[in-house]
């Protein structure tokens, strides 16, 4: 059976595009059939993340709206046959996305592949809506901060009752939790929420912890998913987050601030 | 839930729509402070507490709609419905008022005159269709059919209840075995039990009911409230918070005990 992953989150710029690239490659390169669409329209970005923009030729909207089908839109990874990629329109109105054509698509996709990963627009307008309304699993993107954690907060109460599964009083949305961009650091000193504080606050199943790293915005600039970055901790972050999405126990990593200098450099594990 | 009237089988009419007119009584605020309004809305009903049961009534926005007054609805629909009263519109308030009565569902009613700002007025359509997208939405969970073990009417929730949502038990008891997160809201006639942490508003005994209480394992609330004797988070004890409490009403006064 296939899943729908929809990638959501309350505030905007907490990392879900990043999430959904490094995810949707993760399931990939472990041999499953996935194809990631990008939910945001206008601000197509999920296509240059993966270093695909220069292919895009037909995009989401012009398959709902009929004008191509999905094989012409869909883009295929050049380093990972199993991949594809379903770009978004820069042009076009948010509100071609139907209910009805967006159904449609996924009813489509999901007869060739195991994993469809939706990378929603932040909040809950339309886009978003169409994103979340037929997952069967849920990713909510959260950084360490109050307000964050908050939006997350209220964006799960909505995943809970605007879903196709709420509407067919269908077993509910798989939630996970992710907190990215964290800072051991600024966690140790109280400027971040601390992982604990987080899911308590949300009481969810915890996917993974995605430091704060450089190597996410050299991974974007150069068009290649972190995930494929074997010298970033985000990447190996990312890594352990689609095994656990799998279905592996693993220990949550680069929680700790990491010893800096020449001396925890020689003696720091 | 939205129904598809063209599949819906046409022969027997199942009801008609027609318009008519009530006259409501209309509740005119005058200030924002909840805190007043309550301590004169109790004086106001203990002279007339037949008058206030079971009636609808409208919030008139009027007096506050200029400037950039918020009214704290939840707080204002509490109150209310602790005693008895049931609102249900806003009218004549300005549009981040009417959002915020929006995200508590309180219909957003017309008061004759165009609303002042922010809409031109070639475009007649607008007034009805042009809900604004809120960002806060309100989350009513829908009513769930009696679990077992619990008696018809009582209402038991097993998922946290999030930020945003709002369940209410008319009547009965509301129990929930999860958590409330701050900014959700648990409403019932009967009393009230969580046991995760209560972060939100809790409101028991909301149609007057003044023997309800609410239990909860962790306190952490914003809002505590038994037949409309409410007690803010400001106000809650430190020495209480995160114990397991009961909260009753002993005279007029809200007493939290630990358990
Ligand atoms: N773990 C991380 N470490 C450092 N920077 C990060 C990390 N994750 C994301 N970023 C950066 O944060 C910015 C926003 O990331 P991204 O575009 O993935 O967020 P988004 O949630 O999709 O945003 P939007 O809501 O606008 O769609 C980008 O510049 C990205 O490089
Ligand atoms: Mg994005």
Redesign the interface.
């Known amino acids: 059976m296939t899943r729908i992953i929809v990638v959501t989150s309350g505030k905007g710029g907490v990392g879900k595009t990043t999430t959904s690239a490094a995810v949707a490659m993760g399931l990939a390169q472990r041999g499953h059939r996935t194809v990631v669409i990008d939910f945001d329209v206008g601000l197509r970005n999920i296509d240059l993340i993966m270093g695909c923009e220069r292919r895009v030729v037909y995009d989401f909207i012009n398959v709902i709206n009929g004008e191509a089908n999905i094989n012409q839109a869909m883009i295929r990874d050049k380093r990972c046959n199993d991949l594809y990629i379903l770009p978004t329109s820069q042009t076009k109105d948010k509100e071609a996305l139907t209910r009805k054509g967006v159904g449609k698509v996924l009813d489509e996709l999901s007869e060739s592949f195991d994993y469809i990963v939706c990378d929603s627009p932040a909040?809950?307008?339309h886009g978003a809506k169409m994103a979340m309304y037929f997952a069967d699993d849920a990713i909510v993107v959260t950084n360490p901060e109050v307000s964050s954690v908050?939006d997350s907060?209220?964006m799960?109460?909505?995943l809970?009752?605007?879903s196709r599964r709420a509407?067919n009083n269908q077993e509910?949305i798989k939630e996970y939790l992710l907190l990215t961009r964290y800072c051991p650091q600024r966690v140790k000193q109280g400027e971040m929420l601390h992982v604990d504080d987080v899911q308590?606050?949300l009481?969810l199943h915890l996917l993974g912890v995605i430091p704060e790293s450089r190597s996410v915005l050299s991974a974007s600039n150069a068009g290649k998913p972190v995930i494929l970055d074997e010298k970033s901790d985000a990447g190996d972050a990312y890594a352990d987050v689609v095994e656990r999405y799998l279905g592996q126990e693993l220990p949550h990593r680069f929680l700790e601030v990491q010893r800096k200098g020449l001396l925890g450099r020689l003696f720091g594990g | 839930m939205s129904v598809n009237l063209s599949e819906e089988s046409a022969q027997v009419s199942a009801f008609e729509l027609k318009g008519s007119t009530f006259t409501l009584p209309l509740l005119k605020l005058l200030v924002p402070d909840m805190e007043l309004v309550s301590g004169q809305l109790a004086h106001r009903v203990e002279q007339a507490p037949d008058f206030f049961r079971n009636t609808p009534v409208i919030i008139d926005l009027q007096s506050l709609a200029s400037g950039d007054t918020g009214v704290d609805f939840p707080l204002l629909v509490g109150l209310l419905r602790g005693y008895g009263m049931i609102p249900i519109g806003v009218r004549g308030g300005n549009r981040s008022q009417n959002d915020a009565a929006h995200a508590m569902e309180l219909a957003i009613l017309a008061d004759g005159r165009p609303p002042k700002s922010e809409r031109s007025s070639s475009s007649k359509t607008t007034e009805r269709s042009s809900r604004p997208e809120t960002t806060q939405e309100t989350v009513v969970v829908s009513a769930t059919a009696p679990a077992a073990g619990t008696e018809a009417g009582s209402r038991m929730i097993t998922r946290p209840v999030r930020s945003g949502q709002r369940v209410y038990a008319p009547v009965g008891d509301l129990v929930i075995l999860s958590q409330v997160s701050s900014g959700a809201e648990v409403l019932a006639a009967g009393n009230i039990h969580v046991y995760g942490a209560l972060r939100g508003r809790a409101l028991a005994g909301v149609k007057g009911n003044r023997e309800c209480r609410i239990f909860c394992q962790d306190l952490q609330a914003e809002l505590v409230s038994v037949a409309g004797n409410y007690r803010i988070s400001e106000h809650i004890e430190d020495s209480k918070r995160g114990k397991p409490v009961q909260i009753y009403l002993k005279d007029d006064a809200l007493i939290i005990d630990e358990l």
């Open positions: 909040g809950i307008e908050r907060d209220r799960l109460g909505i809970a009752s605007k509407e509910p308590e606050i009481s």
